[in-house]
């Protein structure tokens, strides 16, 4: 179904079940040893969307899920999963080294970085998302006995509402430097809101604060392969349309946008991540007989970036 302004959902519907896909991509990555990610297993199953499970324990295999030799599919969307949770984690680890001590997970979804990596004493994290998803992961943990690693605010709001008044109102300090991470998010926002957040988290960011952001312009695949993987996912009981779940329309690309708003930016393309971990690259040269040359050349495009935020000095 195609997006609304004010539509909502909950982690089996809409948005709201890409988290847990992708939390079922860690789930699956971390069984193989590639990330250390314990509890994504139990919280995808408490969602109880049969096929993620499936896909997290090995049940469902890639022979079963995806299409041969097709450039995009389940698996290598856990492949990016498992790149971009390691890069992620390790740039909050080199954040928490430079002495931040208040971190925002912008769409948490899933994510349980707040009770799984180390975060120094003194530490905030805020975990923003809808009401429906802050507070179904928040109470799924605490059954499964999960202690947090810092100081775990939820703030449950939309993110193309006035979310900064709801993050004060947790308790985020302005005045102090912050880390941000949006990952898998900003497709999935309509292009004046990912304006509107980038403005406002800048607006919020006090002098070395730190933001790593997911920049996707495509998938490398045509509308013919999204509908051939489709069947291939509802054979085994999913019915979700990733494609029809961003809001179309050009939007502004992030690393010039925060440039030119006091943001020091490093973009890494996806592809570079996968390599870096280990993982083949998506080629970009629309060789597959499913992949669209012209999606396939949009998809080299798609890249992770971090940025670090300064204010001019006065010079006189
Ligand atoms: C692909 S998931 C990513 C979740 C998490 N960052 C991760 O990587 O596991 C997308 C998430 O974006 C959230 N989201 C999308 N639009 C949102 C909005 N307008 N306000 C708040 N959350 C939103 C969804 O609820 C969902 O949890």
Redesign the pocket.
Known sequence: MARTDNDT?D?AS???A??????AG?ARASRAALIQAPFADPLVRAVGIDFFPRWASGELTPADVDIPDAPWGMQRMTDQ?AA??RY?DAFFAQAQAAGIRQAV???????ARGYRLPWAAGTTVFE???P??VEFKTAALAGLGAAPTADVRGVG?????D?PAALREAGFEPGRPAVW?????LG??PPE?QDRLLDNITELSADGSQLVA?VFFSAPASRELFDAIYQRWYEHGLDIDIERLGFPGERNDVAPYLNERGWRVVRTPLNQLLVDNGFEPHAVDGKSPLAMNAAAALFAENYYCTAVRYRETATH
């Open positions: 959902w982690l809409s948005v709201g890409t988290a847990t896909m992708v939390a860690r999963q971009r949770t992620i997970l912008l769409a948490s979804g899933l994510d923003i998302d809808v429906q998803v709001v939309d993110l193309r509402h979310w991470a949006a990952e898998g998010l999935y926002l809101a997911e």
